[in-house]
């Protein structure tokens, strides 16, 4: 337990840059945003026309409508939640993929290993910081999107502000763990932050598109972004979601978790594809 604690504080002590940039950047646009939809209530009429003005698709791309834009969870999804699942997925997707490989890339991995640590104790460790990581941003984006509630007209409160950042915690969990998982397979960091991102990426266009496009729905389904919930109410977010992408989550962890024990770990730099049959034409060679 010692030695995972450990690890866990160091993971998270070095992750205390991107903690402080991300978290803080993502609460300094609550800071701004909040305080913007004073002047949409305040021309409501204008704003509806103006909304109005705008082709179905593209409100459709967003899952918004005229009518929607003027309430508070309308806004908020349109303006700010819609799109932070992309946002800060990149640091999920960067911090999931070099949470272990990065150290094996650069020759560090093995001299850490040959500590007296584990590597049970070492995963987890690692994992854990991540994950405590990942709870700080969320924490540092409510505050920031909370502390002018007071004197705003969205009649939301501290604790409706943070049920879609409940929400959005496991999305970027989704794509952590995804990322985690692929750099346990595949040779290189880069590679695996690479087809993560390009997932996220599918994810978030394919469900945006399933809104204009009825045939998009089945493929949007078994995308993570469909079951991202920017509701404020605590009573219409959908466990059921939750409790699924968390359980996906903790597979793949325990999967990386699995081949990192038992695999072979590189003395450094990237690895190479292994595949049965050019070991053999390389064998009679």
Request: proline letters at 4%; charged letters at 10%; hydrophobic letters at 55%.
């Amino acid at each position: 337990m010692k030695r995972l604690w450990t690890t866990f504080r160091y993971t998270f002590l070095g992750l205390r840059g991107q903690i402080l940039g991300w978290g803080l950047g993502l609460g300094l646009y609550g800071l701004m945003i909040v305080p913007m939809y004073e002047t949409v209530a305040g021309q409501g009429e204008r704003f509806q026309q103006l909304i109005a003005s705008y082709p179905p698709e593209m409100l459709a791309f967003f899952g918004a409508t005229v009518n929607s834009m003027l309430t508070p969870g309308g806004f908020l999804g349109m303006y700010a939640f819609s799109m932070l699942p992309v946002i800060i997925g990149i640091f999920a997707v960067l911090a999931g993929s070099g949470l272990i490989v990065s150290d094996e890339e650069r020759g560090r991995l093995d001299l850490i290993i040959a500590h007296p640590v584990g590597r049970s104790a070492f995963f987890f460790g690692r994992f854990l910081g991540l994950l405590a990581a990942c709870l700080v941003i969320m924490l540092l984006a409510w505050l920031g999107f909370s502390l002018l509630l007071g004197g705003s007209s969205l009649g939301v409160d501290w604790g409706q502000m943070a049920v879609p950042f409940l929400s959005l915690l496991v999305q970027i969990l989704v794509y952590a763990a995804l990322a985690l998982l692929l750099s346990m397979f595949l040779p290189a960091r880069s590679l695996a932050a690479t087809i993560s991102g390009a997932v996220m990426a599918l994810s978030y266009m394919i469900s945006s598109l399933a809104f204009m496009d009825e045939r998009m729905e089945a493929l949007a389904k078994l995308m993570p972004y469909h079951y991202f919930q920017t509701t404020l109410s605590i009573q219409e977010l959908n466990p059921g979601w939750l409790f699924a992408l968390l359980g996906i989550s903790a597979v793949m962890v325990l999967i990386a978790w699995l081949r990192f024990v038992r695999r072979d770990i590189r003395l450094s730099g990237e690895g190479s594809w292994r595949l049965p049959f050019l070991a053999k034409r390389k064998s009679t060679a």
